[in-house]
């Protein structure tokens, strides 16, 4: 039995009780805002994150939340949730099923439990620290690729890419690869954890964002890290890879400009 059985168990149930919920606000119609970073939010974002704080400090009084849409609550052990009720809010809105419900657990600042679930094709990946990890009830690996010229990589945030120093060597870098996707941050992690891709690129991102992700992602087998080539979640970028195309990944983002 896993150690985080519990956390397992609650963040299931709660992952799909908050995309339930989702479901049903976007089958009525929905408006959005756009918040001071531009982003989208709904009311369904807002909706479904009280739903899971309120799950959290009734069956974890003493652990902290954070949460994209405000919710802050101090640790009193050590332990702090991480929430994005819908992430993958453009998608959402467009009616594309590229959107999930992200929930981790951080104990003592590493990632020990995590759950992405997909409300529109009912997909649940979660993983717990030492568990393994799983899509549904299937234990997922990485893929064994062994090479660029056969690996799938995907990448999220174009729109953002010309901040970091390897932008100018960008598309050179992606024509080494058999081919080149970019459906969305989390359903692009996923497919990765899953062993459907092989290398996944997030130019811009939140802790709420990266913190299940992460947990499911290694405990598949990936391996993790920002654009500095450190294995944190607060870098406000990320990378997944294979074990195999680590090295030459992390040499490519964080090589410094020439200029």
Known sequence: MNKYEKELAFGRDIARRAGEMAL???EGGIGHEVKSDESPVTIADRECEKLIVAAINDSFPG?????EEGALKESAN???WIVDPIDGTRDFIRGTRAWSVLIGLEEAGEVVAGFAYFPSTDEMFSAGKGGGAFWNDQRITVSNIKDRGQAL?????FSFMRRYDFAPNLLEFLETF???RSM?????AMLLASGRADVWLETQAKPWDLAPLKIIASEAGAVTFDFSGV???YGGNYVMTIPALADEVKRFVTMKSKL
């Open 63 to 67: 652990d902290g939340v954070l949460g």
């Open 153 to 157: 990589i995907c990448v999220n945030g």
């Open 178 to 180: 058999w081919t080149v």
């Open 78 to 80: 050590k332990r702090r």
């Open 24 to 26: 049903r606000y976007r």
């Open 231 to 233: 294995d944190t979640i």
């Open 184 to 188: 969305g941050g989390c359903l692009d």
